[in-house]
């Protein structure tokens, strides 16, 4: 089965991206490279499916967050706010649905709207544009 992008998409929450004809963890190996070529160092990985199915004993779809983090506009950003750390690393979420894995990334730009700090606008378009450019390369 060949893979593809479906779709990217921007809301008011995230960005989104959905795998078709791609594995999980093929897909999961992706993002990390993908993030990786935007400077995104993945500092945490939560397995979902697996801590609910130890702790709870409830089954979940394969659902993994990755918790993203880029050095550089975090120093900028923690620079302006040291309240920031509140939203970081940027979470970005991996699950299955029926249409293939999708690939969800909070929007940095909540960071502004959080701290009412504009002067954070200019770190979080550029976290923006680097998660969208890591999302949009899954489909090479």
Request: hydrophobic letters at 50%; a negative charge.
């Amino acid at each position: 089965m060949r893979e593809r992008l479906d779709d990217m998409a921007h809301d008011a929450h995230g960005i989104t991206a959905t795998l078709t004809g791609t594995p999980f963890a093929e897909a999961a190996e992706k993002v990390r490279t993908a993030l990786a070529g935007q400077g995104f160092g993945v500092l945490t990985e939560i397995d979902l499916t697996a801590t609910l199915r130890t702790k709870l004993g409830v089954e979940l779809e394969e659902y993994l967050v990755l918790g993203a983090c880029n050095p550089a506009i975090a120093h900028r950003a923690l620079e302006v706010d040291r309240r920031i750390g509140l939203l970081l690393p940027c979470n970005v979420v991996l699950r299955a649905v029926p249409e293939g894995v999708l690939v969800e990334a909070m929007d940095p730009q909540l960071m502004v709207q959080f701290t009412g700090r504009p002067e954070l606008a200019a770190a979080a378009d550029e976290a923006a544009a680097r998660l969208r450019a890591a999302l949009a390369s899954l489909a090479d």
